[in-house]
């Protein structure tokens, strides 16, 4: 699913009109039914539906017409009171202007004026927020500004239309603005990047796409929402007469004193990820720990007793088809120059990588070492580890400029993770992921998305795809494990177990 700015909707909507023989008012109306559904369905399973108020606050441009046309269907509803309160409007929209006659007399309708005292609203209403949409170019100032921070003082559930209003989509908001605190909102056609980043994404709430039928066929974006059928086609089912040499040997470098959990979680997430041939190379001390821990994965132990500091016995990379480094290693010096080594023998016979944890901190120690990656290289920052790579961000957007130069820049495939993990390709694309759970911000996750995208990219998927799908299984895992335990009671080790698992329901999709 494509992402889209402001600005392309806005062509999207003029495209729909042209395309399909419509009016604007006929595609605002098809939009705000289709709002006013998603609305009556969520007051449905309320149990005190009867008793609801509904407080549609309108502002002057299309979106208070939104709000104009969800009031009037609202108002059809038996036993529900439905209010509009108005924002005054010099010039305001044509098409708003018609919805506002178009409401029946049962709608009681509020006109807001400077230095009106509004009283919060009552406990059992239900507000919708159809002030502002994504067209808002400036921070809201007068009365919207004060009718906002009431609306979110009053403690009464809110559903935004398209966006909360006074929150950009496109860009950070300024400091201490009067952004809609959203409980749900409901946007048109397609995510807006706001809703998917840190610092913008909480005001929100639940989001929902409604489709109501733009005509795309001239927009192209380079922003992504993952979802299922869109990693489907990634990985075709297994072949009847494959073997374990048909879906590839991975090795797998990982582990110190004291960190070995790292590897054994990292080896178990790329066996239930379907590759053929899993070797691990541990020191010394973790043999036992691996062997009695992954008895599927073969062991190779390291001359040091407690930490990485050589290649594999053979230092013939040639035999395996990728190569997974980081998870629990530590930084001593004697891992950082197998590090460099490592990296040089990939670059020269063209294996890919996937370089997590202690091997981007040592990256970051280490920044010409960036520009010697092997050409299919995937990079997994956690947001600290990416802030050492580049640097710090003055916000969530300009933080995404700084991925995709750094993906640009090493040719690597970058995958930031986080609540919506995003995944730069070296091209500029932008890739956000839709599965996950808070559950999931706990110690050794990230080594179990690390062993899926080993095992994916050993089967033969270009990064890009290795890190989408990669990224889309383990949080799926992660879904299904919360399921089963609950976000609190979630560990890494849960979401290991349910790889597999999140690999047959991909599947069944």
Not at 226 to 235: E, G, M, N
Request: aromatic share 4%; glycine share 10%.
């Amino acid at each position: 699913m494509q992402i889209l700015t402001a600005t392309q909707l806005r062509a999207a909507d003029t495209l729909t009109c042209r395309t399909q023989d419509i009016p604007a008012l006929d595609l605002m109306e098809r939009a705000a039914t289709a709002a006013t559904d998603a609305i009556e369905l969520h007051l449905g399973w309320l149990p005190d539906f009867n008793e609801k108020r509904v407080v549609v606050a309108c502002g002057p441009g299309n979106n208070g017409g939104d709000g104009l046309v969800i009031a009037r269907h609202l108002a059809r509803l038996p036993g529900l009171r439905v209010a509009v309160w108005l924002l005054p409007a010099e010039r305001p929209s044509a098409d708003r202007q018609t919805n506002r006659v178009r409401l029946p007399e049962a709608v009681e309708v509020r006109e807001l004026r400077e230095g009106d005292a509004m009283s919060l609203v009552e406990a059992n209403t239900l507000v919708v927020d159809a002030l502002f949409g994504t067209g808002l170019a400036r921070p809201l100032d007068g009365l919207a500004a004060a009718l906002v921070r009431h609306l979110n003082a009053s403690g009464a559930e809110i559903i935004s239309i398209d966006t909360p209003s006074g929150l950009p989509t496109d860009g950070p908001p300024a400091p201490e603005a009067a952004i809609v605190q959203a409980t749900k909102t409901l946007t048109f056609q397609a995510p807006k990047l706001a809703f998917l980043l840190p610092a913008t994404g909480g005001f929100v709430g639940e989001w929902e796409v409604l489709d109501i039928g733009l005509d795309l066929s001239e927009t192209a974006s380079d922003l992504h929402f993952t979802q299922s059928a869109d990693v489907a086609p990634l990985l075709g089912p297994r072949a009847r007469f494959g073997h374990k040499g048909t879906y590839g040997h991975a090795l797998l470098l990982a582990g110190s004193r004291g960190k070995l959990g790292a590897s054994v979680l990292a080896a178990r997430a790329c066996l239930r990820s379907g590759v053929g041939l899993l070797t691990v190379q541990v020191p010394a001390v973790g043999y036992g720990v691996l062997q009695t821990a992954v008895p599927e994965a073969m062991t190779l132990t390291d001359p040091m007793a407690d930490h990485l500091s050589a290649l594999p016995d053979d230092a013939d990379l040639s035999r395996y088809q990728a190569v997974g480094v980081g998870p629990g290693i530590g930084q001593h010096p004697d891992t950082a120059l197998l590090l460099r080594e490592l990296l040089n023998e990939a670059r020269r016979l063209d294996v890919p990588m996937v370089l997590d944890a202690d091997a981007l901190n040592l990256l970051a120690q280490h920044p010409t070492w960036l520009h010697h990656l092997p050409a299919r290289t995937v990079l997994t920052p956690h947001p600290k580890e990416f802030e050492r790579l580049v640097g710090p961000a003055t916000d969530d957007f300009q933080r995404l400029d700084l991925l995709r130069r750094l993906a640009a820049d090493t040719g690597a495939c970058v995958l930031l993770k986080g609540a919506y993990s995003v995944i730069a390709s070296p091209t500029g694309a932008l890739y956000f992921n839709s599965t996950g759970n808070p559950g999931m911000a706990t110690g050794g996750t990230g080594d179990v998305l690390t062993g899926v995208i080993l095992g994916l990219l050993a089967q033969g998927l270009p990064p890009v795809d290795a890190a989408r799908l990669g990224a889309f299984i383990h949080g799926r895992a992660g879904d299904l494990a919360a399921h089963r335990h609950g976000e609190r009671g979630l560990t890494a080790g849960d979401v290991a177990e349910h790889i597999g698992r999140a690999f047959r329901v991909q599947a069944t999709d």
